[in-house]
């Protein structure tokens, strides 16, 4: 028996395929540009350039969440498709969560252990040696690093969604099975063949004793004329 919201069921999981092919192109986007930079001189009179951060984590995650949006899109069953866009929004979410660790951390730990390569075996002039190098290492991010942040945002939005999706398919399908309900029970507090409620005696009796205590049908009656 298909079900009534059947159509809206089927724009909300394309959206949620479609945020998670935009997480998975934004993501490896972010890969190939990379996520940061240090430039540091050497020891002939050049600068050497190292990447740093984890764009490759972003690249390989992004093509990923391309081919669990495409696939989840074209699949025809329900539970492949949402088995597909849970793995893409999985892999969104781990890709935003290293980009804002290495927003906050990678500045420090990168620098830092190309600072201790580098004084390594310099001995007694290691902490001066740290001073100047740390002075003269250039690091900045990239745009890939941000475009992994968006990545992880559209996966959050994606699950928001799929979560939607999940709590309205359980809604149907507890209305679906729920046992239909007994007409006689419908029924019953408005029937009307119940029979009525009969007088009660008693009441009557009190009612009627009262009208003849305040009528004596054997007074005569006088006029006040009469009297006087």
Not at 29 to 42: K, Q
Not at 186 to 210: N, T
């Amino acid at each position: 028996m298909p079900r009534s919201n059947s159509a809206p069921t089927e724009r909300r999981d394309r959206l949620v395929c479609g945020l998670v092919i935009g997480a998975g192109i934004c993501a490896a986007i972010g890969g190939l540009l990379g996520w940061a930079r240090m430039t540091y001189p050497t020891d002939v009179p050049s600068l050497a350039t190292a990447s740093a951060g984890h764009p490759r984590i972003g690249l390989f995650l992004g093509g990923f969440m391309i081919v669990a949006g495409i696939v989840a899109i074209v699949s025809g069953r329900g539970d492949a498709r949402r088995a597909w866009t849970v793995a893409g929004v999985a892999s969104g979410l781990v890709v935003g969560a290293f980009a804002v660790v290495d927003l906050v951390r990678e500045r420090n730990r990168a620098v830092g252990a190309l600072i201790e390569r580098s004084v390594r075996s310099a001995g007694a002039q290691a902490p001066a040696l740290r001073v100047r190098f740390r002075a003269l290492i250039d690091f900045s991010f990239r745009p890939g690093i941000y475009l992994a942040v968006a990545a992880g945002a559209l996966a959050i939005a994606a699950g928001i969604l799929l979560l939607l999706a999940v709590r309205s398919d359980r809604s149907a399908a507890r209305e679906e099975h729920a046992p239909p309900a007994d007409p006689e029970e419908v029924r019953k507090p408005y029937d009307s063949d119940a029979p009525a409620a009969e007088p009660d005696p008693a009441a009557g009796d009190s009612r009627s004793g009262a009208g003849a205590a305040s009528v004596a049908p054997d007074e005569p009656f006088e006029p006040p004329s009469a009297k006087a």
